[in-house]
């Protein structure tokens, strides 16, 4: 992203505001300053979207763990390791030709933290929690994802602590790949449901250039 | 509390814009990036719940939580929860402990993401709902904190699943944490929104205080 930061300008008001906060609850010791870095290391380095592409790509390549990823999914993913913050309790729900799956928050942002890190501005947009519910197919179109008009959409408003992933279906003509290749196909926003999976295209084409 | 952070179904919001998943940053701002950081780790203090954290950002006029951005409704929401706990003026360095403050360092606080703040609870009652009842959400009012979106009160679904007894948002945010039996409802896109949604549906986690059976 380009920085086009004007450094003469003086720090917003909100930066002020931060900063103060922090340097009071530092200084009451209320928190420590180890704790918040390790907080931000977690979520910019360790926790994000490949490990959601590594229980999909998993899915895809082996039906037992997918036949438990959709019967008891908090177990199943915690056996691959991933448990923790806003991933408690979890639920996989699978795109099928028939049927598209679409997760949204309406009242905040409630997102599978374990499996696809802090959510994007756009998830936790008033439009996108306004729409979501209401005109799926004009919001999956802005993610330029045109469906059938015989596939059915389900959308889940996450109102609970049980965070929703979106299995996407598998693209055409990757049956015989390996988990690793089939994790390069997954995208974040394919997991929330606004996009589909990546065509096998994508990746033989990024092959071919390299 | 319907407030301006229940959303669904709002229109006049205009488009989405998202930023290209490969092109977006984790945080925009420094300031972003401080203040998550501190709402996780005074989160971490144990002086209040996520219900209790919501209602913080969720008790702002609707103007102002709509005009402010995502983190900035985080800051209102933890400035205010600091406020009314009394904690800045109870914290020092030397009195933390008999407070029974929690104060992780860098391994306490990975410890405490890693193993999050699951909601499941042994149950106390039966489940009043089986899979394929017909539920209603009866219309509420009061200012407290809930998890029924306005656009569901007054519709009916069927119940889908059962997740168990979780802890109530309603209670919770009161400081009162106990269960309630806990079900994912859909609802026909029709019903909730009129014929032009017709083949779409949605499914919404609602407890069972939200619900009553549908007359028949």
């Known amino acids: ?210 | 509390m319907i407030g301006g952070h229940d959303l669904g179904g709002k229109h006049g919001l205009g488009p989405i814009n998202p930023e290209p998943e490969s092109e977006e940053p984790l945080f925009h701002a420094e300031w972003e990036r401080r203040i998550f950081a501190l709402t996780l780790a005074t989160g971490m203090l144990g002086q209040w719940n996520i219900d209790e954290s919501r209602h913080a950002r969720e008790r702002q006029h609707p103007v102002d939580y709509l005009k402010q951005s995502y983190f900035e409704n985080w800051l209102v929401g933890l400035e205010k929860l600091l406020d009314e706990k009394h904690l800045l003026e109870r914290a020092n360095q030397q009195q933390n402990q008999q407070e029974n403050l929690r104060i992780p360092d860098a391994v306490g606080a990975e410890k405490i993401l890693a193993s999050g703040g699951p909601t499941l609870m042994p149950d106390t009652a039966l489940a009043r709902f089986g899979i394929g009842a017909k539920v209603t959400v009866p219309k509420r009012q009061g200012s407290g904190h809930t998890r029924v979106p306005a656009y569901v009160q007054g519709a009916s679904g069927e119940i889908v699943d059962h997740y168990g007894t979780h802890v109530f948002p309603d209670a919770n945010a009161r400081g009162d944490r106990r269960g309630e039996h806990l079900y994912s409802v859909r609802f026909d896109g029709e019903s909730l929104w009129g014929n032009e949604s017709q083949g779409q549906s949605v499914f919404i986690d609602l407890w069972e205080p939200y619900l009553e059976a549908t007359a028949i």
């Open chain 1, 1 to 210: 992203m380009p920085h086009d930061h004007d450094h003469t300008e003086p720090p917003s008001d909100l930066e002020l505001r931060v900063k103060a906060l922090e340097s009071l609850l530092l200084e009451k010791g209320l928190v420590n300053p180890d704790a918040l870095n390790a907080i931000i290391e977690t979520y910019e380095h360790k926790v994000g979207p490949k490990n959601g592409a590594h229980v999909v790509a998993k899915a895809w390549s082996d039906p037992d763990f997918k036949q438990a990823l959709l019967t008891d999914a908090t177990s199943a993913v915690a056996d691959l390791g991933y448990m923790g913050r806003q991933g408690e309790h979890l639920t996989v729900v699978e795109n099928i030709p028939s049927v598209h799956n679409l997760v949204v928050c309406t009242l905040c942002s409630c997102y599978p933290w374990t499996l696809l890190g802090l959510p994007p501005v756009w998830y936790k947009s008033a439009p996108y929690r306004a729409r979501a519910v209401s005109e799926p197919r004009s919001v999956l179109a802005e993610f330029g994802t045109e469906l059938p008009e015989s596939t059915g959409i389900q959308v889940w408003d996450s109102t609970s602590e049980m965070r929703y992933l979106v299995l996407p279906m598998q693209p055409a003509g990757t049956e015989d790949w390996g988990e690793a290749r089939l994790q390069a196909l997954v995208s974040r926003n394919s997991m929330v449901g606004v996009e589909l999976a990546k065509p096998a295209s994508t990746l033989a084409q990024r092959d071919a250039e390299s």
